[in-house]
C-alpha cells in the first residue's frame, strides 16, 4: 500500500491518496480550502474478480472522492484509518484480518467424509474430484460423496497445496496445540502424548482406552486380582509355570512415584518377561529395569529401559526385546512349580 500527501500553500488542506498494491485509489476532493481536519475510514474487502470499497467519513465539508482503479487482489483486506492537520504528528493505523480463518477454510477441503481426518498426499480422486483419505480408501469401492466409482487419479493440485500448510494433529480434540507439515503429521501422531491410552494388561479381553491419568484408576477398578508391591527392589513370583497354553503373569510395582506392570507371558514353551512403564515414553526413559534368575549357582540377567504403555509391549515380545527363556531354563530356576523372578527399577 502506499499514501501520497500534498499540502497547499497556507498549511491548511492536505490531501492524501491511499492506493491498493493493484491500483484502486481513494482521494479527498482538493477544490475545498477551508478544510482542517479530514478523516477517513476505509474498509477493503474482495472476491476474486471484483472488488468493493466501503465508507467515507469527513468532519468538514470536504468532498471525498472514491476512484477504483482495477481490481484488488482477494489477499487484500485492510482497514484504515487516516487523520491530518496543521501539526506534523499525522498517524496512519493499519489493521490487516487475521488469515487463521481463512488457513482453516483451506485445511477443511482436506478432511475425509468418512473418518473426517485429512486426506494427505498421495491423494487420490473420483472422477467428480471428491477425495477421501488412504486409509479409508482400501475399504471403500464407491465414493461416498457421490457413488461414483474410486478409479487411482491422483489430485495433484490438491497435493502442491497440502505440501503449503500445516494440519493440526488428529488428537487435538484432547489437548495437543501442534500443528504440522504432512510430512511429519503421522510420525507424531504415533507418539503424541494425548494419543489415547490402551489397557496395559496382556491379552485381548480388555477394550479400555483413556487418558494416561485414568489408567491407574482402571486398573484397581477392572483389575483388582493384580497385587501391587512398594519398592525398588522386589520379587516377583509366578506361580504354576507349568500351566499348558498361554498364561499371562501380571504384578505392579510402585517406586520413584511411577507405577511399573511386570509382565511374564508364555507362548508355545516360550517366557517372556519384560517392564512397562504406566507413562510416557519420555518418562520411561529415565528409568532402567534388571530382571534377574537365581538357583543352583546359576544367574540369568536381562537389563533394559522400561517400555511405555503408550508403545505397549507386543512389538517388545516380537522381537524378544526383553528376557526370553524356554520351558527347559524356566524348570532350571524354578522351584514347586513357581518362578521368582527379581526386579529392580533404578533411574538411569
Known amino acids: 500500500m502506499m499514501m501520497k ?3 497547499t500553500g497556507n498549511g491548511n488542506s492536505t490531501t492524501f ?22 478523516t477517513c475510514s476505509i474498509n477493503l474487502s474482495t472476491s476474486s474478480n471484483c472488488q468493493t470499497m466501503t465508507t467515507v467519513t469527513t468532519t468538514n465539508n470536504s468532498n471525498t472522492n472514491l476512484m477504483p482503479a482495477g481490481s484488488l487482489s482477494s489477499a487484500t483486506a485492510a482497514s484504515c484509518n487516516i487523520a491530518t492537520g496543521n501539526s506534523n504528528n499525522n498517524s ?3 489493521t490487516t484480518s487475521n488469515n487463521s480463518n481463512q488457513h482453516q477454510d483451506l485445511v477443511n477441503l482436506f478432511e475425509c467424509p468418512v473418518c473426517f481426518d485429512y486426506a494427505l498426499p498421495p491423494i ?27 478409479g487411482n487419479i491422483r489430485n495433484l493440485g490438491m497435493e502442491k497445496v497440502a505440501d503449503t500448510i500445516v494440519f493440526p494433529c488428529k488428537y ?7 500443528n504440522l507439515m504432512h510430512k511429519h503429521k503421522l510420525e507424531h501422531e504415533d507418539s ?5 491410552y490402551m489397557c496395559p494388561c496382556p491379552g485381548a479381553s480388555c477394550k479400555w482406552q483413556g487418558s494416561l491419568e485414568n489408567v491407574m484408576q482402571h486398573l484397581w477398578l477392572a483389575h483388582k486380582s493384580i497385587t501391587t508391591l512398594q519398592g525398588e527392589d522386589i520379587v516377583f513370583l509366578a506361580t504354576d509355570i507349568t500351566l499348558p497354553g498361554a498364561v499371562d503373569w501380571v504384578m505392579m510395582q510402585s517406586c520413584f512415584g511411577h507405577h511399573f506392570m511386570l509382565v511374564l507371558e508364555k507362548q508355545e514353551q516360550q517366557f517372556f ?16 529395569y534388571r530382571l534377574e534368575l537365581n538357583g543352583s549357582k546359576r544367574r540369568l540377567t536381562w537389563e533394559s529401559t522400561p517400555k511405555s504403555i503408550h508403545e505397549g509391549i ?8 526383553c528376557l526370553v527363556f524356554d520351558g527347559a531354563t524356566a524348570l532350571l530356576f524354578s522351584e514347586n512349580g513357581n518362578l521368582a523372578i527379581n526386579v529392580t527399577i533404578s533411574i538411569g
Not at 487435538?172 to 501442534?178: E, I
Open 124 to 150: 487420490l480422486q473420483c472422477q467428480s474430484g471428491h477425495i477421501v483419505c488412504s486409509q479409508c480408501r482400501q475399504k471403500l469401492s464407491s465414493c461416498p460423496t457421490c457413488r461414483g466409482p474410486l
Open 172 to 178: 487435538q480434540t484432547n489437548g495437543c496445540l501442534l
Open 273 to 288: 518377561a519384560i517392564v512397562q512403564l504406566i507413562g510416557s515414553r519420555q518418562q520411561a526413559e529415565k528409568f532402567v
Open 192 to 196: 503424541c502424548d494425548f494419543r489415547p
Open 17 to 38: 491518496t491511499v492506493h491498493d498494491r493493484l491500483g484502486a485509489a481513494i482521494a479527498p476532493n482538493t477544490n475545498s480550502s477551508h478544510s482542517n481536519t479530514t
Open 92 to 94: 496512519i493505523t493499519t
Open 314 to 321: 507386543q512389538q517388545a515380545i516380537l522381537l524378544s526385546d
Open 5 to 7: 500527501s500534498n499540502s
